[in-house]
């Protein structure tokens, strides 16, 4: 069974920093691009950031490029975000997903599998 599981998140001051945690299993970890989204209330789900297992090439939407970064254990099938100089802007639930090694973007129809999200509260 496929499954990715989040954590990680909580609430934060503005300009705080959180570090995201995605455990995966259930499929070849190494075969795959792991995506990093998120979802305000009220918005439409998007691209945070990616990172392929097998070659460890990252790309990051520009609204968090400089702040965040995307890393992978490929030995514990985990992937993390690291979120940096926290914006109340940045706060949303936030979810892994897991899409075919060939996807190299966070567009979120790529992606086959998805975590439960963990939610990320950033305060004045």
């Known amino acids: 069974e496929v499954q990715l599981v989040e954590s990680g998140g909580g609430l934060v001051q503005a300009g705080g920093s959180l570090r995201l945690s995605c455990a995966a299993s259930?499929?070849?970890?190494?075969?795959?691009?792991i995506g990093w989204f998120r979802q305000a209330p009220g918005k439409e789900r998007e691209g945070v950031a990616c990172?392929?297992?097998?070659?460890?090439?990252?790309y990051y939407e520009a609204v968090v490029k400089g702040r965040f970064t995307i890393s992978s254990d490929n030995a514990n099938n985990t992937v993390y975000l690291q979120l940096n100089s926290l914006e109340p802007e940045d706060t949303a639930v936030y979810y892994c997903?897991?899409?075919?090694?060939?996807?190299?973007?966070?567009?979120?129809?790529?992606?086959?599998?998805w975590g439960q999200g963990t939610q990320v509260t950033v305060s004045t």
């Open positions: 997903a897991a899409g075919p090694s060939i996807v190299v973007v966070t567009i979120p129809k790529f992606y086959d599998y």
């Open positions: 259930g499929f070849t970890f190494d075969d795959r691009t």
């Open positions: 990172i392929s297992s097998s070659d460890g090439s990252t």
